[in-house]
């Protein structure tokens, strides 16, 4: 199998954009609560919402997306090696044309944070342990959503703060970003976009 070639896009738009561009999604493509592995999507397209102190992990070959929203708080998703081998029987991880996005957790200093922290963090052991290429935003105030569209090989992240959309060009679009999470680690696979439109 080839190396990996394409290149995700990222983009950051205001709330209201975000829902204007996933309200022809269908239902199915919705990962919704109780955020557990049972509510993970496999589709061209896929999206979630309410991301808070869970964690978003999507894993994507260009044209569709495996996307799982899972909260830290729920006894099913204690045991992250459950988690991991339900990924393993959905996703050849071993797959040199895959790529993911990891995103969420926060860290309030009580045992939930913990847990969040945790969470994320067993998420990003398993993207480095197949050696897969990821971008992650981990933490910081806002609760956040995240879709992805397979015909645009696009990710698309939004209730991000005012001050992110105040700056086009690429150094001012990495500081701003890095202003509203507490991580961020931008693959060299993919790119930043800032969509100013409401």
């Known amino acids: 199998m080839e190396n990996i070639s394409f290149t995700s896009r990222i983009k950051f738009i205001p709330p209201k954009m975000f829902y204007k561009e996933v309200r022809t999604m269908p239902q199915n493509q919705y990962v919704g609560y109780p955020w557990t592995v049972k509510q993970s999507v496999i589709s061209d397209s896929a999206y979630t919402t309410d991301i808070i102190d869970c964690s978003v992990c999507g894993i994507t070959d260009g044209q569709k997306v495996f996307m799982l929203h899972i909260c830290p708080?729920?006894?099913?998703n204690f045991d992250f090696s459950k988690i991991e081998n339900f990924i393993?029987?959905?996703v050849d991880l071993t797959s040199k044309n895959i790529q993911a996005l990891l995103l969420g957790s926060?860290?309030?200093?009580?045992m939930m944070s913990e847990k969040s922290w945790n969470l994320f963090e067993n998420f990003e052991k398993l993207l480095?342990?197949?050696q897969i290429p990821y971008s992650k935003f981990r933490g910081g105030p806002e609760a956040h959503n995240v879709a992805y569209r397979g015909k645009h090989d696009e990710w698309i992240i939004s209730n991000i703060d005012d001050c992110l959309r105040t700056k086009q060009t690429p150094e001012g679009t990495k500081v701003d970003i890095e202003k509203e999470f507490e991580e961020v680690k931008i693959s060299p696979l993919d790119e930043i976009c800032i969509d100013l439109i409401q």
């Open 128 to 130: 480095q342990k197949f």
């Open 88 to 90: 393993k029987e959905k």
């Open 73 to 76: 708080t729920r006894e099913e």
């Open 106 to 110: 926060k860290n309030y200093g009580y």
